[in-house]
């Protein structure tokens, strides 16, 4: 059976390919676009899905879209009540996006890749669930989801046993931690639904100092719920800012994008994230009382606060937590896909144990050879052994790498498929980066890979962390070590990389440690600030010709710098 | 409206109560937990006030001497409530005696509002919810108590309303406030034999039907074991409302397309057409769900 997800028209649009109740191809638009966040009628995503499965439009047995159009047409309507002059351009927008969603989906399914099958609806919160729970090596779980909104959703509580979930309980709009966070990310001068990631980068250079703000801001309840005092945000009735004159009143005048960072705005971001923590660790206590499970799976876009997933992680709550890689409305397309597979299908399901990213696309030799031909590169073509040793003393000699191999990652992360690499040993690193090829805030840290048996000795790591998902602290007297991976605060966004999963990045990180000693090197998306990962092997060569990465290596291949 | 008093309240702030958490061994303790309770407090209150100060009066005052409060018809549907009906977002006891059956539903974890037209029972109501809260099988922060036939006020949507036994020989049919209170109700869950008035013939709980059938109630399922009817507002047509937006143009959605009172009346005949959104409680953000199928051919959600 073969069961296509859909998620679109709000941000990251993607499509996702799930067979026999697995996660068989996925994809943004955006990497196929190249325009970032490409919320459009994700048509390429779809057609390599298909391409992958060697399936026509037709073929399909069911497509499923991520949402409830409808019921988020009365949450807009809803809220917007009553009906007046300010609401009213509120009401026609979701009004218009509703209609023109719902005459278009199928029309567009039918005309672009032939489908007319049934179309089913997965709720927005449900698809987040399904996307944890289903990928997930648990066979049981509680299941913990958390974003800005969905239909009315925010925060949703669920149960998953074998190939079944329900629900629990939830809390509905506008009470939301997506939104505090959201409406704090554009308090401090960054975009909304880009811009949560500077937040929490930010927050390791504060103090919470505001705390007792945050409290006002936030009430967090006995039983696990938050309320949020709303007379502080105005997101319910303004389309054009999050935060009301009450919240600038409380916290002092909000930051400009053209704006240097000061300390009250670090100490603000501190702040807000503690506040998001407490409360995350309220929702994993609750949830772990009603649920009685040990497991947790989390997704929604709060799952990608890595510092707060370590918090729960640390605070032991659960003995087996597994998070969504890809946590935002990207991974609703995969949640919507397998929860539509399960209630089709009488199978039993498998915990997955070695669930991965790699879904997308990838390019034989030809393709390769084809691009790099044609921009006139020199290259040379390496065994792995030999790739691995000259990109490891590359690395070593402080130079910056391309890395290109294999199936594109699903999600915001570059797990090491389509990655920039850097020595983790020198401090400079991050400059280097930052002024030669990601010119983004210096604020923002980067993140390291690790060898996964090696991981324990440099980071206070528990468990494996193959997709980029918690910040644990550095061990004490391996900072030095690894000085360009180790944030203000002393934690690090690492990665933890088997020979299993992922052999010639092991053997990378291998060689690396023969010459360095340490098994560690810088891992950063590769792509320019503003532009989507790359997705093909022109998208790599454009972006290795506009900045100053040294080196590319590109499947077998190793391409040097023309100039 | 009488709620639980805060010094109560407080008490029960460790108590974790789920519905998704209570199977069916625990809910067989909580029976036998709750029964006991009340027949030790109102055991000592006959003693005390007597067999109508205590406002037991002789019905429960015989069933206190026999050592047992909870009946099987109240036992039955709470099994009712928990395993056979959707999840409902508040739940009202209509004619809650002692609140016998209403502690069995707020011990589930679940908002409760005990209904009771008889002063002297609300008291002795008000007594057993303090020694439940104090003794922690009852959350007192999803337990309001209602002076009367139906609770005069709705804070939590969707609300079933529960009543194992509702006479009263009065002309309550007649009566608008009653039907408007009725009328706030999304579902019912009844003993027809026992509603307003005994009916012992088909014709008398037909009519019942008809009736509720009147306040815009559908007969969606019977339990015959248990004696109860389950009435369900139908589900708001979605269909038609997908309908109704299928046929507004994305034209008909700009600005100046079309005049402002025309698209009010627009947006309120499709916003007719669905089924409110149902809200938390007081304190608690908390929407319970207990959803275990999901309706994915919907456009909205007819869940289960």
Redesign the interface.
């Known amino acids: 059976m073969n069961v296509l997800g859909l998620s679109c028209y709000y941000h990251d649009a993607a499509a996702a390919l799930v067979r026999d109740g697995r996660v068989i191809a996925a994809g943004e638009e955006e990497r196929f676009t190249r325009r970032k966040h490409d919320r459009s009628f994700p048509a390429k995503a779809i057609r390599f899905c298909l391409d992958f499965g060697g399936l026509q439009g037709s073929d399909l047995d069911l497509v499923v879209f991520y949402e409830k159009p409808l019921r988020k047409l009365q949450r807009g309507l809803q809220m917007a009540a009553p009906l007046d002059a300010r609401s009213r351009e509120t009401v026609r927008r979701h009004l218009r996006h509703h209609v023109h969603q719902m005459a278009t989906l199928p029309q567009l399914l039918a005309d672009t890749i032939g489908y007319r099958g049934e179309l089913h609806y997965c709720e927005h919160h449900l698809s987040h669930a399904a996307s944890c729970f289903y990928a997930s090596p648990f066979e049981e779980a509680a299941i913990l989801t958390v974003d800005g909104v969905g239909e009315w959703v925010t925060t949703g509580q669920f149960v998953g046993v074998g190939n079944r979930i329900e629900s629990v309980r939830e809390i509905h709009y506008p009470q939301s931690l997506g939104m505090f966070y959201a409406a704090l990310t554009a308090y401090l001068g960054f975009e909304v639904n880009e811009g949560e990631y500077k937040v929490m980068g930010l927050a390791s250079y504060g103090q919470p100092t505001f705390a007792a703000a945050m409290e006002k801001l936030i009430e967090l309840n006995d039983d696990g719920s938050f309320r949020l005092d709303l007379s502080y945000f105005d997101y319910v009735h303004s389309l054009e800012r999050m935060f009301s004159s009450k919240l600038v009143e409380l916290l002092g005048p909000p930051r400009l994008p053209s704006e240097p960072v000061e300390r009250r705005h670090m100490d603000i971001a501190a702040s807000a994230q503690k506040r998001v923590e407490e409360a995350l660790i309220g929702l994993a206590r609750s949830l772990r009382d009603v649920s009685r499970s040990v497991n947790l799976c989390m997704a929604g876009g709060v799952s990608h606060n890595v510092v707060a997933n370590s918090t729960i992680q640390k605070s032991g709550v659960f003995d087996g937590i597994f998070i969504q890689p890809a946590s935002g409305d990207n991974g609703g397309a995969v949640g919507a896909a397998l929860e539509g597979y399960w209630r089709a299908s009488d199978g039993s399901r498998l915990p997955q144990p070695d669930y991965n990213t790699c879904l997308g696309p990838a390019f034989d030799e030809a393709a390769i050879v084809k691009v790099l031909k044609l921009r006139r590169l020199a290259f040379r073509k390496l065994g792995a052994d030999e790739l691995c040793r000259e990109v490891a003393r590359m690395v070593h000699d402080d130079l910056i790498v391309g890395w290109f191999q294999g199936r594109m990652e699903f999600g915001p992360r570059a797990l090491g498929q389509r990655s920039i690499l850097g020595n983790a040993c020198n401090a400079e690193t991050k400059d280097t980066l930052n002024v030669r090829v990601k010119r983004r805030e210096e604020f923002r840290p980067f993140a390291p890979i690790v060898i996964e048996e090696a991981a324990q000795d440099y980071f206070d790591q528990p468990t494996p962390s193959p997709f980029m998902l918690y910040a644990p602290h550095v061990r004490p007297g391996m900072e030095a070590r690894v000085p360009a991976a180790t944030h203000v605060d002393g934690t690090s966004r690492m990665q933890t990389i088997s020979a299993r999963h992922n052999p010639l990045l092991h053997r990378l990180l291998k060689k690396f440690e023969a010459l360095s000693g340490v098994p560690v090197m810088i891992n950063t998306s590769f792509n320019i600030r503003g532009e989507p990962i790359v997705c093909t092997p022109a998208d790599a060569v454009n972006c290795f010709l506009r900045t100053d990465i040294d080196y590319l290596a590109i499947g077998d291949f190793l391409v040097e710098k023309p100039f | 409206m009488v709620r639980c008093r805060q010094s109560e309240c407080k008490l029960t702030?460790?108590i974790?109560t789920?519905a998704?958490?209570i199977g069916p061994l625990h809910a067989a303790q909580l029976v036998r937990k709750v029964d006991a309770a009340l027949v030790e407090l109102h055991g000592r209150r006959l003693s005390e006030f007597g067999t109508d100060g205590s406002g037991l009066f002789s019905h429960y005052a015989a069933l206190v001497r026999g050592g047992a409060i909870l009946r099987i018809d109240e036992i039955q549907a709470f099994k009712l409530v928990r395993e056979a009906l959707p999840l409902y977002a508040g739940y009202a006891v209509l004619r809650a005696g002692l609140g016998e059956l209403a502690f069995l539903i707020n011990g589930a974890g679940l908002p409760v509002t005990a209904c009771e037209p008889n002063a002297a029972r609300v008291e002795a109501l008000k007594a057993g919810l303090g020694q439940l809260v104090t003794s922690k099988m009852v959350d007192g922060k999803i337990f309001t108590i209602a002076p009367g036939f139906l609770p005069d006020r709705v804070d939590v949507r969707p609300l079933l309303g529960v009543a194992t036994d509702f006479v009263f020989d009065l002309p309550l049919e007649q009566d608008q406030a009653f039907c408007r209170g009725l009328r706030q109700f999304d579902g019912l869950l009844i003993n027809p034999r026992l509603f307003i008035r005994l009916r012992e013939q088909p014709s008398e709980q037909r009519a019942l039907t008809a009736f509720l059938q009147s306040l815009g109630f559908a007969e969606a399922r019977k339990f015959p074991i248990e004696q109860m009817v389950y009435f369900a507002r139908p589900p708001a047509d979605?269909d038609q409302?997908?309908k109704a937006?299928?046929t507004?143009?994305?034209d008909a959605?700009?600005?100046g397309s079309t005049m402002?009172s025309e698209?009010?009346a627009m947006?309120e005949r499709?916003?007719a057409l669905?089924p409110p959104?149902?809200?938390?409680g007081t304190?608690?953000?908390?929407?319970?769900?207990?959803?275990?199928k999901?309706d994915?051919?919907?456009?909205?959600?007819n869940?289960e």
Request: aromatic share 8%; charged share 20%; no cysteine.
């Open positions: 702030e460790s974790s789920s998704a958490s979605q409302a997908s937006l299928a507004i143009s994305v959605t700009s600005q402002d698209f009010d947006v499709v916003m669905v959104a149902p809200s938390p304190g608690t953000t908390w929407i319970e769900r207990r959803v275990r999901f994915l051919r919907s456009t909205f959600g869940d």
